[in-house]
């Protein structure tokens, strides 16, 4: 039971390119979750799946795009990297039911 | 979900009990109290929740006040293993379908050889 996983765990990109983050979760999990985290910030949300085939924006949906057509994964997509998006990405996952999320080990991006 | 309130940081004595406070004034009846920590440069990880009567699990206990108005995370025998970001979080349980969480900015607990 590996938990919930992410793909890649370091990326560097330039302005412009673009790149998919996975985030996969073994749990059968209901509920998946993409944040991000600034340096000496708290985590902030940017969207989410309530089940296979739903998302919704969350905090700071802007610039990133989301899939969830398998309910173990779901991913996150930058179209067009920005340098503001430098960041490290969190996935989490939530049972139905259930009140805690399971937090993956994160993705840094870095866009020059 | 109603604002809290924790120190920037503490340290505690490794061996001690290490008790962080939160404050949520302005907590309503229906939310909860989330504990989460983060380990430098790792994802957060769920401690414990608790609606108004005190908790524990294996890691650690939770006092919330009669009031609900603030809440004090105890871990018992803190380790360096321990030393972390704890964010304390309040929020309805059933947050329309999503429940997602609001991260501040929590407090830098170092415990201390």
């Known amino acids: 039971n590996a938990g919930v996983t992410q793909t890649p765990k370091f990326r560097v990109l330039k302005t412009g390119q673009s790149m998919t983050l996975l985030c996969a979760q073994d749990?059968?999990?209901?509920?998946m979750y993409w944040y991000r985290q600034d340096p000496g910030m708290g985590l902030r949300l940017i969207h989410y799946?309530?089940?296979?085939?739903?998302?919704a924006k969350g905090e700071v949906p802007d610039g990133y795009n989301v899939s969830r057509l398998k309910k173990q994964n779901f991913l996150l997509g930058l179209e067009s990297a920005a340098p503001s998006q430098t960041s490290v990405y969190f996935c989490a996952s939530m049972g139905q039911g259930r009140s805690e999320q399971y937090f993956g080990p994160g993705t840094r991006l870095t866009v020059t | 979900d109603a604002k809290t309130t924790q120190p920037t940081s503490m340290d505690c004595a490794e061996g001690r009990a290490a008790n962080l406070p939160c404050n949520h004034s302005t907590i309503s009846g229906n939310e909860y109290v989330y504990w989460y920590r983060q380990i430098h440069s790792q994802g957060p990880q769920y401690i414990i929740h608790?609606?108004?009567n005190n908790e524990t699990n294996e890691m650690a206990s939770l006092i919330i006040t009669e009031d609900r108005k603030s809440s004090t995370l105890i871990l018992p025998h803190a380790t360096l293993r321990d030393t972390a970001v704890y964010y304390c979080?309040?929020?309805?349980?059933?947050?329309?379908?999503?429940?997602?969480?609001?991260f501040g900015s929590g407090t830098q607990l170092t415990v201390l050889p």
């Open positions: 749990m059968n999990h209901e509920y």
């Open positions: 979080i309040v929020r309805v349980l059933t947050s329309g379908s999503a429940r997602q969480l609001t």
């Open positions: 608790g609606l108004k």
């Open positions: 799946s309530v089940g296979e085939g739903t998302t």
